[in-house]
């Protein structure tokens, strides 16, 4: 049960002064909800500002900065309203102080109101942003007017949170203003001298003081307030990730003995074979699997590195031990890919592969469910459907996540709920970092397939402006005629209001317009038989060119495609265009990547792209990316923490995950239940950060 403590920051965000129906569509928005009903007061809470407004700067009419927000003090001159029925003219209210003259300008005003409050000859403060016109200086309509009377009312250093369309910031920082109001005070759930040694301010304090910047300093990463909550969302996160070890400690693992009944005859048929280091890989894990100590591995290999053929045979080797095995992906079309692929490499084992994912419906999935839990099916391959609640199996040995490691603790509590604790390999073809790697799962032991197949031809990257795709359609047409295969990926589905961006329907268009029925297209839009029909039709050859969104971004495996058209490149991440970039170059064909942008190109955007053309090597890759995104942080642009979490970023707190760990680990030894004073007030902390999902873990929980 969650402490009645909190039940203020659970209550619904409608609950809030000001939020409506019509407001609580935005602010689910702003939240990335589906629905105001979704949103709590404590995700308000979380939304941190990223910037202030400074109103004490105030030099003087004559010495404000061009475009720069200052206060103003001065006595109000003259008004000159727009000429009748010119309602386009701008009224204006001239005022100065001892340094020179001011035009406010307001468009589409009402006379009236502007009179009331600006009265001729009245001293007022106004502040807004100054702008500079022949030697004039003008505010655009100023952000506060008040009479000198009345100063104090003004705040001096406002916030700036994050917005969405629509959402006027002072109707957000009213919410967020009583949002914050309604933290209580919480039980400390931090150890004493810890909190000393480190000069935490309490939980509470610390949110306020994060919404209630006095200068930029306040805003660092580095603030007592920040690194305080910083740390409680790793500790909230290490005590989550300690009680399912703790649990899985109690029970022993499934030693799975391989034979090489199947893995030998599947190993000889394959049309290639294995490099050193997927050969170690899988070593590594048939050695953590004979144990009764439950595996939990990650798979670390670059876009192209073969990871799919370690899985399989890591789950071969559970089959041959008689126990079932599964393996999940990220997405519908990765799934029945896998199943394809699976199904013809694992053929000379004569085993039964099924594939489950939430398009399986009617009699199709009662009769999966049903061979899954006779034991028929010996591996299973689907989405997040594999875990839901009525899959039964029959002897899960082996559980194989691909290219989602921030599931991977998640779904582990799920299965571990449901007294089920396969042993767990992670692949993922993004470099995580050790400190990421603790962060999302506890301890964790790595492989990494650090060479690529052999015969593997580098991919010619080049970047090239918009305005010359006329050539590449050109090019194309040649390449298709020589029986190639291209992708062409484009950032969006459909037009939105405020983008000129070209849709993928309306290139589609275009494109069909020059190749005709070539032309294949997949978004994630369509229905999960449409899409596969289009990647089935661009597989085989029926479609030589594949329209596409980035749903073909992980893991998607056309061997013989050869090009590769991405469109707004510099829209992408540089980790995404790698992981485009690597759906071509998979084959004997040498292949191809043409990065088009939208110009003009900022430094650092041009510095981005030109590390794709430079090299192939996705950690390379990765970790420029972070060099290039940490001028970002210097100059305070990025403020959030690291995906996945609220508060806390890695690279800034990796100091307090690693106390985190250790505490957590101790606190546990200590107090295995959670029932002393602190343990009690360490509930509340998971609730706060929703790790509440590890308290059913505890006996008494
Ligand atoms: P990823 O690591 O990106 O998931 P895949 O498992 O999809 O890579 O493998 C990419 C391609 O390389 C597939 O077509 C696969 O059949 C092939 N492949 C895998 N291992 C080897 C190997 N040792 N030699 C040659 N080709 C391989
Ligand atoms: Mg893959």
Same mark, same amino acid.
């Given at each position: 049960m969650r402490p009645a403590l909190l039940d203020p920051l659970f209550a619904?965000?409608?609950?809030? *002064? /000001?939020?409506g129906p019509k407001t609580g569509e935005l602010f689910a928005k702003l939240l990335g909800q589906?629905?105001?009903?979704?949103?709590?007061v404590i995700d308000l809470v979380f939304h941190l500002p990223h910037s202030l407004i400074d109103r004490?700067?105030? *030099? /003087?009419i004559a010495h404000a900065p061009q475009g720069t927000i200052v206060t103003v003090s001065g006595r109000v001159d003259r008004h000159q309203p727009p000429p009748?029925?010119?309602?386009?003219v701008p009224y204006r209210v001239f005022l100065h102080d001892d340094t020179g003259e001011l035009a406010l300008t307001f468009f589409r005003a009402r006379g009236d109101w502007l009179e009331k409050s600006l009265p001729v000859d009245e001293q007022v403060i106004v502040s807004g942003k100054v702008d500079w016109f022949n030697g004039r200086a003008s505010m655009v309509h100023p952000d506060f007017m008040v009479k000198a009377t009345e100063a104090?009312?003004?705040?001096?250093v406002e916030p700036v949170y994050g917005l969405t369309a629509g959402l006027s910031p002072r109707t957000l920082r009213k919410a967020i203003e009583a949002a914050v109001e309604r933290v209580p005070s919480l039980p400390e759930w931090i150890d004493g001298p810890l909190v000393a040694r480190q000069g935490f301010p309490a939980a509470s304090e610390a949110f306020s003081a994060l919404h209630h910047?006095?200068?930029?300093?306040?805003?660092?990463?580095?603030t007592p307030a920040r690194r305080r909550l910083a740390y409680d969302e790793f500790l909230a996160g290490q005590i989550s990730l300690a009680l399912v070890r703790q649990t899985l400690r109690r029970v022993a693992g499934r030693p799975v003995t391989a034979t090489?009944?199947?893995?030998e005859p599947v190993l000889a048929a394959l049309p290639f074979a294995l490099t050193g280091s997927q050969q170690t890989a899988i070593a590594e894990i048939k050695a953590d699997m004979a144990t009764d100590q439950r595996m939990l591995r990650l798979l670390q290999g670059d876009v192209?590195?073969?990871k799919t053929a370690v899985a399989l045979m890591a789950m071969l080797a559970a089959v041959e031990a008689g126990g079932q095995a599964v393996l999940m992906a990220p997405t519908e079309i990765l799934a029945r890919q896998h199943h394809a692929t699976l199904v013809k490499m694992a053929e000379p084992a004569g085993i039964t592969l099924d594939v489950l994912t939430?398009?399986?419906?009617g009699r199709e999935r009662d009769q999966n469910l049903e061979r899954i839990e006779s034991g028929e099916t010996n591996i299973v391959i689907g989405t997040?459907?594999?875990?839901?609640?009525n899959v039964v199996y029959r002897d899960l040995a082996l559980a194989v996540v691909d290219e989602?490691?921030?599931f991977g603790v998640h779904q582990r509590l799920r299965l571990t709920a449901k007294g089920i604790s396969p042993h767990m390999l992670v692949m993922t073809a993004t470099p995580i970092p050790r400190t990421l790697v603790l962060a999302a799962f506890g301890d964790m032991d790595v492989s990494k397939l650090t060479e690529k197949p052999a015969g593997r031809k580098p991919i010619q990257t080049v970047i090239m402006p918009q305005e010359r795709t006329g050539e590449i359609v050109e090019r194309l047409r040649a390449a298709i005629a020589e029986g190639k295969k291209a992708y062409w990926i484009c950032p969006l589905v459909e037009e939105t209001e405020e983008s000129d961006l070209m849709s993928v329907e309306e290139r589609h268009a275009t494109l069909a317009g020059v190749f005709g029925n070539a032309v294949g297209l997949v978004h994630g839009r369509m229905s999960g038989p449409q899409k596969d029909d289009a990647m089935q039709a661009f597989k085989n050859g029926e479609t030589r060119l594949l329209v596409a969104t980035t749903?073909?971004?992980?893991?998607?495996?056309?061997?013989?495609?050869?090009i590769m058209v991405i469109e707004?490149?510099?829209?992408?991440?540089l980790a995404q265009l790698h992981q485009l970039r690597?759906?071509?170059?998979?084959?004997a064909g040498a292949s191809s990547c043409i990065l088009l942008y939208k110009g003009p190109l900022s430094e650092n955007g041009r510095a981005r792209l030109g590390i794709l053309r430079e090299t192939e090597d996705g950690f390379r890759i990765a970790e420029e990316d972070l060099k290039l995104r940490g001028e970002g942080e210097l100059l305070g642009t990025r403020q959030s923490g690291?995906?996945?979490?609220?508060?806390?970023s890695i690279e800034a707190h990796g100091d307090l995950l690693e106390i985190a760990r250790k505490e957590a680990t101790y606190t546990l030894e200590k107090d295995p239940q959670l029932e002393s004073e602190r343990g009690q007030a360490i509930r509340t902390l998971l609730y706060l950060y929703r790790r509440d999902e590890a308290i059913r873990f505890l006996r008494a929980g």
């Open positions: 619904s965000l409608a609950s809030l *002064p /000001g939020i589906e629905s105001i009903d979704d949103c709590r004490r700067n105030q *030099p /003087g009748r029925g010119k309602s386009n104090e009312t003004m705040p001096l910047p006095r200068d930029t300093l306040d805003l660092d990463l580095q090489g009944v199947l893995s192209g590195s073969g939430g398009r399986t419906k997040h459907a594999l875990f839901q609640d989602q490691h921030r749903v073909v971004e992980v893991g998607v495996d056309v061997p013989d495609a050869t707004h490149a510099e829209r992408f991440g690597g759906r071509v170059g998979r084959g690291t995906p996945g979490f609220l508060v806390a």
